[in-house]
């Protein structure tokens, strides 16, 4: 898959993905990510991005030709979606990573601080992502999360041991609790049950561990899982 990050901070994407499973992923051919400043599609001497909204108000607002221009460069593959990553956009779940994860190519949007122009979304008509309720400074982290959270999805890029099938939200659970070495620590010991080498009665354990952790710490998922698995609720 091919990742086309437009943003005013290509370091910030490209320091991220230079470390740990993303390289990788990168060096094994699975990822490819490419950055595109729209500073570099700018037309005057002061390389200007961004400038006052019409109407009046606080902040800035991005300059629809540089990001039109810098849109417009990026090479389409076949089979490719654009995401402008956007407080207002679509909240990103697991289900819409694994839908993102069919792509050749995705094509990341990022603003920083400000506002579009709104004829860069009349122009390009993107998809539009949000990772969560909350405020951040730019669009660059949720870019990152969708290349990470996509990523891992691909096959080559984990490895059996860390296989994206296993994890929490996969099956709509919570993960149990997990320990290893030493067997006790400030006096806090391993639950015994995961000593004794009876996988039954560890996967037992383990799946109560998941159904309570989630009935308390996420009462919507809990909520969710027992009316996909058909469960009578007590
Ligand atoms: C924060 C952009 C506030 C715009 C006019 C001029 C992308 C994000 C972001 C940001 C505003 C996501 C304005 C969860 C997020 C993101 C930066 C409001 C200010 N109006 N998901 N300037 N949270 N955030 N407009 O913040 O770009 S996905």
Known sequence: MRFDV???FPEMIQNYCSQS???R???ANVIEIKTINPRDYTLDKHKKVDDTPYGGGAGMVLMAQPYVDAYESVEKLANSKTIMLTPQGKPLTDEVVNEL????????????YEGFDERIRDIIKPE???IGDFVLTGGELPALCVIDSVSRKLEGTLGKIES???DSFANGLLEYPH?????EYRGLKVPEVLLNGNHAEINKFRYEQQLERTKIRRPDLFEKYNQENNVTKN
């Open 6 to 8: 437009l943003t005013l």
């Open 21 to 23: 499973i993303i390289k």
């Open 25 to 27: 992923a990168i060096e």
């Open 101 to 112: 994860s069919n792509n050749e190519q995705l094509i990341l949007l990022c603003g920083h």
């Open 128 to 130: 539009e992502i949000s």
């Open 164 to 166: 994206a099938e296993e």
């Open 179 to 183: 320990y290893t070495k030493p067997r």
